[in-house]
């Protein structure tokens, strides 16, 4: 389950005994399920303020006037729209205030969800009457009950919207940021947008953490975010992601891409990006509530943070995934079936990319890396540059065959001489009468001891050239 919260709160400036607080918030729910032709439900609760200090005037007319205007004229624009279903919960509408006294359970779902509920909510709104208190965070852990459930051979895809609007904080000592926290707690993510007017910085400070805060100075304005919250909910908002080369050109593509949740981490969807007919990024349709992270699967990532689209408009990502390849070849003559990997690191860095195969061929962001070939010994080679669209090719000199047959077992091992220096290679089996090495060509020294020997002059040392494709053998 997904979602998002926003919140909107309006007032009349310093005139004004109490700032106006409208919480819009957005749970949007996906449910995985087979693949189903038809477009996903997007059910929207309207979740509104009826407490008595709606009937405060906000410009001209007292607020619940403007709200209920603006929330009609928005219903309107939904009416006859496929694949939309509506609800309205009130609260604050049912027990006045009394002195000393407030009804914090006061909050109720009016009309429930259905194909044409526009009308009984236009009605219920045309008749409603604000009278108590603003129980905001007993609304929202209400609100997320009043969505029907979903089946078990329910294959459709749903997105669940709440829209709660509200004139002011808590007034029920409870806490909505809380309750958001224990919403993400049970699958619902949040992301809220914080409109306000007239707002003093302690009230500010405490909306912060229910939504990313804006002010808002008209019921103009208040309008214009009904609006684009609409638009959120529909999902109307298109865009491609283009993986550019080094050199600027969104022509990077076959790579599987990942979106998260920036905020929670939480996988948004998973796709292999590529080219249409045009050949160019293909358009994909894309949930406008979300912060993204946009990971490109190339080798390392290519990673994007802090991505935002703008509902209803087409937006270009654009994330720096420049590649070149690397062929890793074995040296010439004919193959002896032996598989060997390389390591590969960023120049400089310890940490493994990947463990490429000697023979084959890896696509890389562009840079420079270190390999390790796993021979014996083992085989560095520092500083590989991959350059855009080019194919860097690297050549690991074929092993040769070394034999050891001792006549009777006992402790041996292999060195390569470098330098005038004796770098160990590997162990023998002290218990085998006969090994076999694939060993990097070179010059050797083979140490062995005979284990019924015990002296140390007793020690056996002979070298050994090696050479690509070729077969040697030592006998002590």
């Given at each position: 389950m997904i979602g998002t919260l926003f919140t909107v709160t309006k007032g009349n400036g310093m005139n004004m005994r109490r700032s106006i607080l409208a919480t819009l918030f957005v749970a949007t729910s996906i449910v995985t399920a087979a693949q189903d032709p038809r477009p996903p439900l997007t059910r929207?609760?309207?979740?509104?303020?009826?407490?008595?200090?709606?009937?405060?005037?906000w410009g001209n007319q007292p607020k619940i006037n403007t709200?209920?205007?603006?929330?009609?004229?928005?219903?309107?624009?939904?009416?006859?729209?496929?694949?939309?279903?509506?609800?309205?919960?009130?609260?604050?509408?049912?027990?006045?205030?009394?002195?000393?006294?407030?009804?914090?359970?006061d909050t109720r779902l009016e009309v429930p969800f259905g194909p044409n509920s526009i009308p009984a909510i236009r009605s219920t709104l045309q008749s409603v009457r604000c009278l108590g208190t603003t129980p905001i965070a007993r609304s929202l852990e209400r609100a997320a009950d009043d969505f029907p459930p979903i089946t078990f051979n329910d294959t459709r895809k749903y997105r669940n919207v709440i829209i709660l609007i509200t004139d002011g904080i808590e007034a029920c000592d409870e806490d909505p940021c809380a309750v958001s926290r224990a919403l993400q707690a049970k699958g619902i993510v949040l992301k809220p947008f914080v409109i306000g007017v007239g707002l003093d910085e302690s009230q500010k400070y405490a909306l912060q953490c229910v939504g990313n805060y804006f002010d808002a100075s008209t019921p103009e304005l208040f309008e214009q975010v009904l609006k684009v919250v609409v638009t959120q909910?529909?999902?109307?908002?298109?865009?491609?992601?283009?993986?550019?080369?080094?050199?600027?050109?969104?022509?990077?593509?076959?790579?599987?891409?990942?979106?998260?949740?920036?905020?929670?981490?939480?996988?948004?969807?998973?796709?292999?990006?590529?080219?249409?007919?045009r050949g160019v990024p293909d358009t994909l349709h894309i949930d406008p509530i979300y912060t993204y992270q946009v990971v490109a699967h190339t080798v390392p990532p290519s990673i994007r943070n802090d991505v935002k689209v703008r509902p209803g408009v087409h937006t270009v990502i654009a994330v720096d995934a420049g590649t070149g390849l690397l062929s890793i070849k074995s040296g010439s003559g004919p193959s002896d079936g032996n598989l060997v990997q390389a390591i590969v690191r960023r120049s400089g860095e310890t940490g493994t990319l990947i463990a490429q195969e000697v023979g084959s061929t890896q696509r890389l962001r562009t840079g420079v890396y270190d390999l390790e070939v796993l021979t014996l010994p083992r085989l560095t080679i520092p500083d590989v540059r991959i350059d855009q669209g080019r194919t860097t090719e690297i050549a690991v000199p074929r092993s040769g065959v070394l034999n050891v047959l001792p006549s009777t077992t006992g402790p041996a091992a292999i060195f390569l001489k470098r330098d005038g220096r004796l770098e160990w290679v590997a162990d023998i089996d002290p218990n085998a009468l006969r090994t076999q090495f694939r060993l990097l060509p070179g010059e050797y020294e083979v140490i062995y001891r005979s284990r019924a020997a015990r002296r140390t002059e007793l020690t056996q040392r002979k070298d050994v050239t090696i050479e690509s494709g070729r077969s040697s053998t030592i006998n002590f």
């Open positions: 929207m609760l309207f979740v509104m303020d009826a407490s008595n200090s709606m009937n405060a005037f709200a209920r205007e603006l929330l009609l004229r928005s219903l309107k624009e939904l009416e006859g729209q496929p694949d939309v279903e509506l609800a309205l919960r009130l609260y604050g509408h049912q027990t006045p205030i009394a002195p000393g006294k407030q009804d914090c359970d909910a529909l999902n109307s908002t298109t865009a491609q992601i283009s993986l550019m080369t080094a050199d600027g050109k969104p022509t990077e593509t076959d790579v599987a891409v990942s979106l998260y949740d920036q905020r929670t981490g939480k996988l948004i969807d998973h796709l292999m990006h590529t080219m249409n007919d």
